[in-house]
């Protein structure tokens, strides 16, 4: 297991990548610091670093390409290399390789994104406190785990993962849930910023309108975590690998 992560993390952490994720991650960050620096006195502060940058750009925007980059490589590299058979004939079960490949991408993904989270809520929140910290880890972390697990699947079972994934970010988590509030209950972002509002409601208030409940959140995530993970090991098991 631990050797099988071992190669994932390093498919997964070249140094170009790195570096470009990085910078993406970097991007609210900067924002969040820049309007507080240089809106000190402004009384809505608060609500457009919330909502513009966690929400609108860190949540909506740059965790799903985060996550989208990792995990759809996960599998996809091995079928562009064709290496994919090396790991299958080996004596190892497919759900320890599935895990295995998910773990990597989580690894990689999850401190990038939750890191940023914390600043962005540290900066733009005026006594967030620890509650609002672990509310931001905690959402962030749910929302990169789903995703994950989605991507994972969705590089395994196409060689154009990367566009799938680009289309259902667009269409399906940004134009369909604007439009349609009963998507939302369907929804990976709308699950995080579910998870966040129902951790700390006073520290990030303004996801409480239109937004869907704490309870229904964590069962959308743990239902696609769980469902898409084993829709991956059985597609590993009843593929034919070249």
């Known amino acids: 297991m631990k050797a099988l992560i071992k190669l994932s993390l ?11 994720l990085a910078l993406l991650v970097a991007l609210p960050i900067v924002l969040a610091v ?16 919330v909502n513009g940058v966690l ?8 965790m799903p390409i985060v996550v989208m980059a990792l995990a759809t490589a996960a599998f996809g590299n091995e079928l562009e290399d064709r290496t994919l058979n090396v790991l299958v004939l080996k004596p190892i079960p497919r759900v320890t390789i599935v895990l295995a490949k998910l ?10 994104v939750v890191i940023a989270g914390i600043i962005i809520t540290l900066v733009g929140i005026e006594g967030a406190g620890l509650r609002g910290v672990l509310a931001a880890m905690a959402a962030l972390l749910a929302g990169v785990i789903a995703y994950a697990t ?12 990367l566009g799938f994934a ?16 009963g998507v939302r209950y369907l929804s990976i972002r709308w699950w995080t910023l579910g998870i966040l509002h129902g ?12 937004n869907i409940e704490l309870v229904a959140a964590i069962v959308g995530v ?17 593929m034919d690998v070249p």
């Open 199 to 210: 951790a700390d409601s006073n520290a990030f208030p303004n996801f409480g309108q239109n």
């Open 103 to 112: 773990s990597g991408s989580i690894i990689v993904a999850a401190p990038l």
């Open 10 to 20: 390093r498919q997964m952490t070249g140094r170009r990548r790195l570096a470009v």
């Open 150 to 161: 989605v991507f994972t699947w969705a590089g395994l079972i196409t060689s154009k993962a």
């Open 222 to 238: 743990a239902v696609v975590t769980g469902g898409f993970f084993y829709l991956t090991v059985r597609r590993l098991q009843r």
């Open 55 to 62: 929400g609108g750009m860190l949540i909506s925007v740059i």
């Open 34 to 49: 820049l309007m507080k620096v240089l809106n000190t006195n402004d009384p809505q502060l608060h609500e457009e670093v």
């Open 166 to 181: 680009l289309v259902y970010v667009v269409l399906w988590e940004g134009l369909l849930t604007s439009f349609l509030t």
